[in-house]
């Protein structure tokens, strides 16, 4: 009996899939687009569907399966690509426990009857229409958003839902009804133990990636209200009247609802942002819609915390570039802090959208002044490195050696996000001259930083980044010269194994490969496969797509190989001239002149051999 994704994979064909998103063009016996993925004007997104697979030839390099696709283009996990298949397959999944299911239905349905119910009450509430006007949101954003509002009274809700046939269990499983102890004082039924979570307060829904409500934001409506009148509802119920009210209170953890796990109008963003490859980050509702009124439908929220692990992969998938703005308090620069160290961490380009103070507390502030003015400051969001280094020197005096060593510590740690060694050394230099200290002793004080942030991380963090791109999408992350000329390479020797005499084929070992599924294609082309090697048939025709694809429109195949080998033992002579040379500066510095010596004769040889293959 097959396995639901190979019942799946059976049922829904890769170009009907991906011509649902992308409008795709015949390419002999493939389909070509303008990748989804990044920006470009010559097509090299390819669909093949005899093998049923995809990969971008441009900017990406990244392909895979109908399920990779998903992935990718809906910024989702595999198991809601699972889903999203599944419903389009027709298939039934059958892995969760049927009363979960079930309860979990409820619970949607529960979220999804009370937005209603919170939008009718919304439009029936001219003061808190008149107070969102004044705010700036327009009635298109109110509607798009389904902004509602929660009465006050302690049972409104709960009457109304129950009146409709739900029960006050499921109401308070979804979060949004609370039960009470028993109290010996008063004889109540069971559904009077039951009390409205959110009361006199503007609803935000929460939804899933897939626009489905799972929760609700409240903000508190700031208008007198008449305590005496509210207790009197219900004496039993003076106890709670009298609690600290917050501005802002979210549903609770449910059995559909996790905030770590969900980013406010990821849903609505989630396109604008894989098209733009930018996500703006901000911290609140407000926030997040009046940013989307303003023209930035890429803006998605947190609810006050930092980012999660989950939710920086559900980002990555769709974008490399975050900016991010909170608000101007210490709470709000906490969390900036410690999302852009999580970003950074998954190779994020981070930038910062500063808010200067006189304009403003927020992205909401801003956008009612002027929408423009937010519009300015997304644009000339800061490089990450350059924010903290100006906040540096503005909060600390370089001149003195307290205000130097401050200035290093808040600094360097983002340089250790930074792979790139030519903008890493243009920071160092800048903090060097800044400091008017020899840049070998901001080296040696990167370093320490660089020790300090590989014991701080966790192991959850160093794992979650590490699986960040999904194992299903093959060639994601930064690719080098090298891999892409050993895939071309095997490719050709997979598609034409009768070629394999064309080549010196005794100048590779198994180690000059790059990973376990390149060292088993090597092992199974020359006929020395190994048990401990498994053939990867998904990425054996992943490897003779991309050659398929790249051999189109040449004539001497022969010819091709024989570059392709060349030039790949070039990449791999460079990798050893590359650790030569840091021997012999080794050996230099020891002044070993018999190693020395044996070395350069070493270096010379590889460089001949090096040079002979042009």
């Known amino acids: 009996m097959n396995s639901p994704t190979e019942e799946i994979k059976s049922r829904v064909d890769i170009v009907d899939l991906v011509q649902g998103y992308i409008r795709l063009e015949k390419a002999g016996a493939n389909f070509r687009a303008v990748c989804p993925f990044h920006s470009e004007k010559t097509p090299s997104f390819f669909v093949n569907p005899a093998r049923q697979i995809w990969h971008c030839f441009g900017g990406c390099s990244i392909g895979g399966d109908i399920f990779s696709f998903v992935m990718k283009i809906d910024g989702v996990e595999f198991p809601e690509a699972l889903e999203i298949l599944a419903r389009r397959a027709g298939i039934e999944l059958k892995r969760e426990d049927p009363r979960f299911a079930y309860e979990r239905k409820k619970l949607y349905e529960v979220s999804e009857a009370s937005a209603k119910y919170f939008q009718e009450k919304f439009q029936e509430n001219s003061a808190v229409k008149k107070y969102m006007k004044e705010r700036g949101v327009t009635d298109e954003t109110i509607e798009n958003f389904r902004v509602g509002f929660a009465p006050d009274g302690w049972r409104n809700l709960l009457e109304h839902l129950i009146g409709r046939g739900f029960k006050a269990e499921d109401i308070e499983k979804s979060g949004l009804a609370i039960k009470r102890e028993q109290d010996s004082r008063f004889k109540m039924q069971d559904a009077s133990r039951y009390y409205d979570r959110f009361r006199n307060r503007i609803m935000f829904p929460i939804t899933d990636g897939n626009g489905r409500v799972i929760g609700f934001g409240g903000r508190i409506f700031e208008e007198t209200r008449d305590k005496g009148q509210e207790t009197s509802i219900d004496n039993s119920m003076s106890h709670v009247s009298n609690e600290h009210v917050a501005k802002y209170i979210n549903t609770p953890q449910t059995l559909i609802y996790d905030k770590s796990r969900v980013l406010y109008a990821f849903d609505k963003a989630k396109q604008e942002i894989r098209k733009k490859n930018e996500c703006i980050l901000v911290e609140g509702y407000m926030d ?73 507390k927020d992205p909401a502030d801003i956008v009612l002044k002027d929408p423009e003015l937010w519009k300015k400051i997304v644009v000339s969001a800061k490089n990450v490195v350059e924010f903290y280094f100006e906040r540096a020197l503005r909060k600390f005096d370089q001149k003195i050696p307290l205000g130097k060593k401050e200035i290093a510590r808040a600094v360097l740690p983002q340089l250790t996000h930074i792979d790139n060694e030519i903008e890493r050394s243009h920071w160092m230099r800048k903090l060097s001259q800044a400091l008017e200290v020899s840049e070998q002793s901001i080296w040696q004080e990167f370093v320490k930083a660089q020790n300090d942030a590989d014991l701080t991380q966790t192991h959850a963090e160093k794992s979650s980044r590490l699986s960040a791109s999904s194992p299903r999408e093959s060639g994601a992350g930064a690719r080098t010269r090298k891999q892409d000329l050993e895939e071309k390479l095997l490719g050709m020797l997979l598609l034409h194994p009768q070629k394999l005499s064309l080549i010196e084929i005794g100048h590779l070992e198994s180690f000059n490969f790059s990973h376990e599924k390149a060292v088993a294609a090597y092992s199974h082309i020359i006929g020395k496969e190994q048990g401990s090697r498994p053939l990867d048939g998904a990425y054996h025709d992943h490897l003779k797509f991309k050659t398929e694809v790249f051999l189109e429109g040449i004539d001497d195949v022969d010819k091709e190989l024989k570059i392709c080998f060349n030039e790949f033992l070039r990449e791999l002579i460079k990798e050893k001239l590359g650790t030569l040379s840091q021997k012999i500066i080794a050996a230099e510095k020891e002044k070993s002149q018999e190693i020395l010596a044996g070395l350069m004769l070493e270096f010379q040889a590889l460089s001949n051999k090096f040079h002979s293959l042009n």
């Open 288 to 360: 997040a819609i009046m940013s989307h009124q303003a023209g930035f439908s890429n803006t998605i929220a947190v609810s006050g915390t930092a980012l999660t692990d989950h939710q920086l992969r559900m980002l990555k998938r769709l974008t490399n570039v975050l900016v991010s703005s909170f608000d101007a308090d210490q709470a709000g620069e906490m969390a900036t802090s410690r999302s852009l160290d999580l970003a950074g961490a998954y190779e994020f380009e981070r930038k910062v959208a500063v808010i200067p103070k006189e304009l403003g």
